[in-house]
């Protein structure tokens, strides 16, 4: 006896992928997440260095010079991932939060100062060993989601996502040195980023094979 054929009656319906069930607009939030926090790590870590080697050109420029690198190297990454877009991504969020809380907060940066001499090598610490890490894994957010934005070209799909992960790093950068570190503190800016990767997770959660339909309900 033959299977019934693909669409007759009696056939179950494919079942839908979840990374290809969510909207265009949610993809696009996570990405713009992605923006924010990224480059708010970055003013943050500035921030907490600043007290310890000071703020010339020679610290603030090898500080952004590593923090792009790893970015880049990020985008290279997330090139790279062929399946289990969301679940990839569930991930360097939570990863990503977990340094951001740590890595950055006050006393862990006091710490590695206050240990680790001379003050170059602490500022080594911090810059390769927290936000590095952060930017390799949030620069991996926008091509990997690039392959679940439904548009008709390559290009309109990376130009939309670069926009709002852009647009992100935009607001991110001003929200956080002009608003909340200045009426609430750079723990608070702390929060605020690391929150933002954790409100964004439950709508990854639950996701393994981010990329493949579950063919397996239709058999």
């Known amino acids: 006896m033959h299977a019934p054929a693909p669409g007759r009656p009696g056939t179950a319906p494919a079942a839908r992928s979840p990374a290809l069930a969510l909207s265009p607009a949610l993809l696009f939030l996570l990405v713009f997440v992605e923006g924010f926090v990224s480059l708010g790590a970055e003013i943050l870590a500035l921030r907490r260095l600043v007290p310890h080697v000071g703020s010339a050109i020679t610290v603030t420029a090898p500080t952004i010079a590593f923090f792009l690198l790893a970015l ?8 790279r991932v062929a399946d289990d877009y969301l679940a990839r991504v569930r991930r360097n969020f939570l990863l990503a ?30 810059v390769c060993g927290v936000l590095c ?18 548009h008709e070209r390559v290009g309109a799909r990376s130009g939309a996502a670069l926009y709002w992960s852009t647009l992100g790093s935009f607001l991110g950068a001003l929200t956080l040195s002009m608003g909340v570190m200045q009426w609430l503190g750079v723990g608070a800016a702390v929060l605020v980023c690391t ?25």
């Open 72 to 79: 880049a190297l990020g985008y290279q990454a997330g090139g």
């Open 133 to 150: 890490p952060v930017a390799w894994l949030l620069g991996q957010t926008v091509p990997i989601l690039t392959n679940l934005l439904r």
């Open 97 to 126: 939060a977990a340094l951001i809380a740590l890595g950055l907060a006050g006393p862990v940066v006091e710490l590695a100062f206050a240990h680790l001499q001379p003050a170059p090598v602490a500022w080594a610490v911090v």
């Open 195 to 219: 929150g933002l990767l954790l409100a964004a997770v439950p709508a990854l959660g639950g996701v393994a094979g981010g990329q493949r339909p579950a063919a397996a309900a239709a058999l």
